[in-house]
């Protein structure tokens, strides 16, 4: 007994050791904040052969940290009414509100009365701002030229926070070196295309298929997800002494997020869940992630196709100028984009990241993955990781004339640390050829527009209606729109 005693004792104070050294905003999935992660990483070695030199590089970018969406702001404000409902309700029913966090009562959102939302904020701006300063630092070799939209061409998606992303980042790329103002800022064109013909970008806006796939799935999603907000919920009813709904407790981590990583408010909403309750409302967002993103399915990724494309192409550009001796100035030198969670997912995934090689293959195969395991199993799948707030992938095109193996190599870096490719051996630098050939080459026999144009089923010969009977039914088919939530763009 003593031993069992002293057993209990050793495990509680293990725990409470571990609770003391956690903090949530590593824990954040898609919503954490750039400089909380980005060193996180299980990195590679760096295995560029020696003689090498960096010719091109080609930037994916997540935008940076963001506010709240009108839709999501709306939603805070209900949900401080209900916390208020529910006070009252313990208020009226005498029951005690010791266990209730003071912050709880009679709070407000941080949010209510804005009229704007979604936009960048200035973390964000500074995220983007450093990491163009860190580039241009970590490879001098392509950023010594001077700046013209050709050389360096900076796009971005037409959404605001996205093309602020990329105004941030190019000022700091090209921070001294200008002459505008007292930091000596340079010029620079961003361009945004159009939403019609954002296809490389912005390709899950524009793919039919993906927005059925994606709708049939989201409620099973939410059932696989209610289990977590079940259990925690009923955790925190029984912890505060408040009737807390599964709603809830949704909201109330959605709060915590934005508290955490906007706010830099960690004793609030956050500080209603402990450690392990945290760990898995992310493993749930990471769920989510993983099936309507990332993995879960082959045409989540597979739309990415005209994205991988533009970049093999820019690729095989530099190695023609490379040939051919092209003068200074005169040819491309890095392709950098800035979009949203959407799009750097599926580019992940298409490079094959965060895989071992028997996951390889079966992505490969377009077989089905095996979902993330559930805390306190470990797991290569994690938000926080795979597109924080201004998470990145880069593939630098090196040229390397000593190597008798290949003239040119690949490396990928994510969030700007090597990371193995499963498709490369399990490298973080692959032959061009063999790049193109084992990761690239498998994907090109998916056409967008084949994969991406929805077929409808012939529908059954049935009596033309009224023009009363259409006007009602457009009516009734409106109002039902309105009422259908759709997620926001990360």
Request: glycine share 6%; charged share 25%; hydrophobic share 40%.
């Amino acid at each position: 007994m003593f031993a069992m005693l002293i057993f209990v004792l050793l495990s509680i104070m293990a725990q409470l050791k571990a609770d003391h050294g956690f903090d949530v905003r590593h824990h954040l999935s898609t919503v954490t904040k750039y400089d909380a992660v980005k060193d996180i990483v299980k990195a590679s070695a760096n295995s560029i052969p020696d003689g090498c030199t960096p010719i091109h590089l080609n930037l994916v970018a997540r935008h940076g940290t963001r506010s709240p969406t009108k839709k999501r702001m709306r939603e805070l404000d209900k949900l401080a009414s209900h916390l208020e409902e529910l006070i009252k309700d313990a208020e009226e029913q005498n029951l005690s509100l010791e266990k209730v966090p003071s912050w709880l009562q009679g709070w407000e959102s941080p949010w209510r009365g804005k009229l704007k939302g979604g936009e960048l904020i200035r973390n964000g701006e500074e995220e983007m701002y450093n990491l163009g300063i860190r580039i241009r630092e970590r490879f001098p070799e392509l950023f010594e030229e001077e700046y013209h939209p050709d050389v360096y061409p900076i796009k971005a998606s037409q959404i605001p926070r996205a093309s602020a992303s990329a105004v941030a980042f190019g000022m700091g790329l090209l921070s001294e070196k200008g002459s505008l103002g007292p930091a000596r800022q340079r010029a620079f064109a961003v361009t945004s295309e159009s939403r019609a013909s954002d296809i490389i970008l912005r390709f899950h806006d524009c793919c039919g298929n993906y927005k059925v796939f994606r709708k049939r799935q989201e409620p099973a999603v939410d059932k696989l997800k209610e289990p977590v907000l079940d259990e925690i919920t009923s955790a925190l009813v029984s912890r505060y002494g408040l009737n807390f709904t599964r709603q809830d407790v949704d909201m109330l981590w959605f709060l915590c997020k934005q508290e955490a990583s906007v706010l830099d408010i960690t004793d609030q909403a956050c500080g209603l869940f402990s450690p392990y309750e945290v760990a898995l409302l992310e493993w749930a967002d990471d769920l989510e992630m993983f099936i309507l993103k990332g993995y879960g399915n082959s045409i989540n990724y597979r739309m990415g196709v005209p994205l991988l494309e533009d970049v093999v192409q820019s690729m095989e550009q530099a190695i023609k100028a490379k040939e051919e001796k092209h003068a200074p100035g005169s040819y491309e030198k890095a392709r950098l984009r800035f979009a949203h969670a959407e799009t750097v997912v599926p580019f992940s995934c298409l490079l094959g990241l965060f895989l071992d090689g028997s996951e390889f293959q079966k992505m490969q195969r377009e077989e089905p993955l095996e979902l993330p395991p559930k805390p306190p199993q470990s797991r290569n799948w994690h938000g926080s990781t795979v597109a924080p707030f201004a998470g990145n992938n880069m593939l630098v095109l090196h040229s390397c004339p000593a190597n008798s193996e290949s003239k040119y190599f690949v490396q990928v870096l994510h969030n700007e640390h090597p990371i193995l490719m499963a498709g490369c051996n399990g490298s973080d630098v692959c032959p061009f050829e063999e790049f193109k050939e084992k990761i690239v080459a498998p994907h090109l026999k998916h056409d967008y527009n084949s994969l991406c144009t929805v077929h409808l089923e012939a529908p059954e010969q049935k009596p033309v209606p009224s023009k009363l009977s259409q006007l009602f039914r457009w009516l009734f088919s409106m109002q039902n729109d309105d009422k259908q939530s759709t997620k926001d763009d990360l």
